[in-house]
């Protein structure tokens, strides 16, 4: 029943790993969305993705991809991990780019 | 978007009313104001948005000056459910206008 559900809930993983986070959203909704919850606790905006259009916020680096398999999933690859991407990474969606989003319970990524 | 100013904390007994204020002095003709929250280790929970005119819900109040630069939202009878840390976002209501830009948000301890 959970609307936006995330996989995995905690990822730990050494510097220099490949690693990516799913999220799927059960609602029908046409909108998705990647933010980053740093240390102090600052919720920035990573991607926004729809089926006509990706915005990637221009402070995140390339080695963070958004993949849409389908309207209803937006995973987030993560490519030679680093330090600083230890974050907790929340996943939403919105039936119209601007409407209310819903969030998913977020993945704590831990970069050894 | 315009920026809002919220208080870092806020303290309210439980069974009282919460009244959060939010200054949003910049606020254009077409954005919205949003309330939304996050209760610890928890990903953002929408509660209620407006435009002009005072809104309720299930969750809370949502009061707008009639110049629209500040806001109240009143949780009616906080319970200890309700702390969180409480976010006040304007954005515009158009197409592309996406982002919620989450500020540093007001964190609510409701006492017993």
């Known amino acids: 029943d959970t609307a936006v559900s995330q996989t995995p809930k905690y990822l730990v993983t050494q510097m220099g790993n490949d690693k990516s986070i799913k999220c799927e959203q059960n609602?029908?909704?046409?909108?998705m969305y990647w933010y980053k919850q740093d240390s102090k606790k600052f919720l920035k905006i990573m991607f926004s993705?729809?089926?006509?259009?990706?915005?990637i916020n221009e402070t995140v680096p390339n080695r963070f991809s958004p993949k849409s398999p389908d309207k209803a999933h937006l995973n987030l690859h993560i490519n030679s991990l680093e330090l600083g991407d230890s974050a907790v990474y929340f996943c939403?969606?919105?039936?119209?780019?601007?409407?209310?989003?819903?969030f998913g319970p977020g993945t704590r990524l831990l970069v050894l | 978007d315009a920026k809002t100013t919220q208080p870092t904390s806020m303290d309210c007994a439980e069974g009282r009313a919460a009244n959060l204020p939010c200054n949003h002095s910049?606020?254009?003709?077409?954005?919205?104001v949003y309330w939304y929250r996050q209760i610890h280790s928890q990903g953002p929970q929408y509660i209620i948005h407006?435009?002009?005119n005072n809104e309720t819900n299930e969750m809370a109040s949502l009061i707008i000056t009639e110049d629209r630069k500040s806001s109240t939202l009143i949780l009616p009878h906080a319970t200890l459910r309700d702390t969180a840390v409480y976010y006040c976002?304007?954005?515009?209501?158009?197409?592309?206008?996406?982002?919620?830009?989450f500020g540093t948000g007001t964190r609510l301890t409701v006492i017993p």
């Open positions: 609602l029908g909704h046409d909108t």
């Open positions: 407006g435009l002009k």
């Open positions: 939403a969606s919105s039936q119209a780019s601007q409407e209310t989003q819903y």
């Open positions: 910049t606020i254009s003709g077409n954005e919205y």
């Open positions: 993705y729809n089926n006509k259009e990706l915005i």
């Open positions: 976002i304007v954005r515009p209501d158009q197409t592309g206008a996406n982002n919620l830009f």
